[in-house]
């Protein structure tokens, strides 16, 4: 299933959902469909992944999405990133150190509350 994105109800971040594999090629065209969403102070990105599947991804993929998100989206500065229950969270950890590393603060969760109200401090 592709990656939806869209802006929050406030206004205040852009919602990112993935269902399913996900796939290195949706989640780029997602991010540039994305762009037009971070105006005004919207410089946040909550990403659910709750239904998704990133295991047959490679770590070097993973370390490219990170990497290259800052060039893609270079408004965003903060992720808050919602993994599914009862995962090994180490690729989506490995996915988070690539952006932290490219200077955009991130944070794995397991409750969507809990990622937005980190979000929005």
């Given at each position: 299933?592709?990656?939806?994105?869209?802006?929050?109800?406030?206004?205040?971040?852009?919602?990112?959902?993935?269902?399913?594999?996900?796939?290195?090629?949706?989640?780029?065209?997602?991010?540039?469909?994305?762009?037009?969403?971070?105006?005004?102070?919207?410089?946040?990105?909550?990403?659910?992944?709750?239904?998704?599947d990133i295991g047959h991804l490679r770590l070097i993929d993973l370390d490219d999405l990170?990497?290259?998100?800052?060039?893609?989206?270079?408004?965003?500065?903060?992720?808050?990133?919602?993994?599914?229950?009862?995962?090994?969270?180490?690729?989506?950890?490995?996915?988070?150190?690539?952006?932290?590393?490219?200077?955009?603060?991130?944070?794995?969760?397991?409750?969507?509350?809990?990622?937005?109200?980190?979000?929005?401090?």
């Amino acid at each position: 299933m592709p990656t939806t994105v869209e802006l929050s109800d406030d206004g205040d971040y852009v919602l990112v959902t993935q269902q399913g594999p996900v796939e290195i090629a949706q989640i780029k065209a997602a991010r540039s469909d994305s762009l037009p969403l971070y105006f005004g102070s919207c410089d946040r990105a909550l990403v659910d992944f709750q239904l998704a599947d990133i295991g047959h991804l490679r770590l070097i993929d993973l370390d490219d999405l990170g990497i290259s998100f800052k060039r893609d989206v270079p408004k965003c500065k903060r992720i808050a990133i919602v993994i599914p229950p009862k995962t090994d969270e180490s690729r989506y950890a490995h996915l988070a150190n690539a952006h932290t590393i490219c200077g955009v603060e991130t944070a794995l969760f397991g409750d969507m509350e809990e990622a937005r109200a980190w979000l929005l401090e």
